[in-house]
């Protein structure tokens, strides 16, 4: 279930940094490029420019509305939000951690007269996914607990992974299937590992209305539980198996098999 999860998590990954605009971590100053160019032909870049004559905007995006913030652009060293050239018409900015304090998308437009208006978008992340993606990509370990940290909160993506996604197995067909192995948790916090149930086990084939398995659930300890699951219970193309007992969460599992 695990590595199921896992993979899901790592496509999502792959995808966001494609899809989301530039993207900056949350709540932690950072410098952004600004790109000017001369206003009559569109192409010289303005290298001299002032840059405390810098007209530049944020909007921050989020779920109550658009913010705007108007930035007030000073020399190196002279605040927040200092600007300087570095080369060829590009000009360092700084954002200050409460520029980058919303989460979502975030647009920047900065103007000067005499040059073209710059406009950018971002998307600002949270520190722990920024850092899986930027800082420690190669660990998809860190993605996995943040995504897992709010697993027993109401609309947290961890607890929506483990809800709704349904694992799946390749079995044998018509043949005892044993030690077939599964957790049980909490039904409140979807975490604490249950111990002590009665578990019932149900079947269905094809489509079929559920049935009682023909083995009962024996428990390990920890939270785990385990069947053998019978022959006269494979033998179909497709088969859902269905674990309930009082104060746990529901597991399902679909089994395909194989003849």
Not at 151 to 178: E, S, W
């Amino acid at each position: 279930m695990k590595r199921l999860l896992k993979s899901i998590l790592l496509g999502l990954m792959l995808v966001a940094p494609v899809s989301a605009g530039q993207l900056l971590k949350q709540s932690t100053a950072t410098q952004v490029d600004l790109k000017f160019v001369d206003a009559t032909d569109g192409v010289t870049a303005e290298t001299a420019l002032t840059v405390t004559t810098f007209d530049c905007n944020l909007i921050k995006h989020a779920d109550s509305g658009m913010t705007n913030v108007a930035l007030t652009v000073t020399t190196a060293g002279g605040g927040g939000n200092d600007a300087a050239h570095i080369a060829d018409g590009i000009y360092s900015l700084e954002l200050t951690a409460t520029d980058t304090g919303t989460l979502g998308r975030l647009d920047l437009y900065c103007q000067c007269s005499g040059a073209v208006p710059f406009e950018m978008h971002y998307t600002v992340a949270a520190a722990e996914v920024y850092d899986s993606l930027i800082t420690d990509i190669g660990s998809i370990d860190d993605y996995w607990e943040y995504a897992t940290a709010s697993i027993g909160t109401a609309g947290g993506i961890g607890l929506q992974l483990k809800t709704n996604v349904t694992p799946h197995l390749t079995v044998p067909r018509a043949a005892d299937y044993a030690d077939f192995t599964f957790e049980m948790v909490d039904a409140t916090d979807g975490v604490t590992l249950e111990t002590g149930l009665t578990v019932t086990c149900n079947v269905s084939k094809d489509g079929a209305a559920l049935a009682a398995c023909t083995n009962g659930v024996t428990e390990i300890g920890s939270g785990l539980y385990k069947t053998t699951i019978a022959a006269a219970d494979l033998t179909a193309d497709e088969v859902w198996l269905r674990f309930t007992a009082a104060g746990a969460r529901r597991v399902s599992w679909k089994l395909r098999t194989q003849r």
